[in-house]
T-cell receptor, first 111, second 114 residues
Framework: AQTVTQSQPEMSVQEAETVTLSCTYDTSESNYYLFWYKQPPSRQMILVIRQEAYKQQNATENRFSVNFQKAAKSFSLKISDSQLGDTAMYFCAFNTDKLIFGTGTRLQVFP | DSGVTQTPKHLITATGQRVTLRCSPRSGDLSVYWYQQSLDQGLQFLIQYYNGEERAKGNILERFSAQQFPDLHSELNLSSLELGDSALYFC?????????????FGPGTRLTVL
């Protein structure tokens, strides 16, 4: 079975600091995609960053970057220079033909 | 704005009733996915349609059904509603064959069963 595990239910960080959210997954597939979605209080699902499994290079989108370790099946999200607007639930997701989500990490950014 | 629309935004109904949730995918997207998010939970995949045909099924109850119409909009029908069906229901769409096969989410329909 394909599973996604987010072991940190809640995290907090001070504004302008850096925080890393963890995600591990399990699959026997060789080609797949990994995503981080953000869900702010509005409950809208917003794509933050994406990674192709066959690409060794870690994806980066402005202040967001990932540390993708394929052998370890790990896909962590680093948020640099945290902002108050980053406060949200963050979901890691794994995609072959459908998205499988982790249970989420609630991130609180404090001033 | 993802380009995916869902109606209604909110729905309040009673146990035993039946409701229909509607989704219009992004222009050009052929696949529609339905997800259920219960309170403080992750998203559970329910079902996928591709160009009118059912493509994949997840944890969808027998009381739930869906379809995709020729104009590619989709409807999720929930019947014999129970209190535990209260949740946020998301629709997402994608264009299979796109580079990441990424899914774009609508704003969701919040269903409350009293």
């Amino acid at each position: 079975a394909q599973t996604v595990t987010q072991s940190q239910p809640e995290m907090s960080v001070q504004e302008a600091e850096t925080v890393t959210l963890s995600c591990t997954y399990d699959t026997s597939e060789s080609n797949y995609y990994l995503f981080w979605y953000k869900q702010p209080p509005s409950r809208q699902m917003i794509l933050v960053i994406r990674q192709e499994a066959y690409k060794q290079q870690n994806a980066t989108e402005n202040r967001f970057s990932v540390n993708f370790q394929k052998a370890a099946k790990s896909f962590s999200l680093k948020i640099s220079d945290s902002q108050l607007g980053d406060t949200a639930m963050y979901f890691c997701a794994f995609n072959t033909d459908k998205l499988i989500f982790g249970t989420g990490t609630r991130l609180q950014v404090f001033p | 704005d993802s380009g995916v629309t869902q109606t209604p935004k909110h729905l309040i109904t009673a146990t035993g009733q039946r409701v229909t949730l509607r989704c219009s995918p992004r222009s050009g997207d052929l696949s529609v996915y339905w997800y259920q998010q219960s309170l403080d939970q992750g998203l559970q995949f329910l079902i996928q349609y591709y160009n009118g045909e059912e493509r994949a099924k997840g944890n969808i109850l027998e009381r739930f059904s869906a379809q995709q119409f020729p104009d590619l909009h989709s409807e999720l029908n929930l019947s014999s509603l129970e209190l535990g069906d209260s949740a946020l229901y998301f629709c997402a769409s994608s264009l299979p064959g796109s580079r990441y096969n990424e899914q774009f989410f609508g704003p969701g329909t919040r269903l409350t069963v009293l």
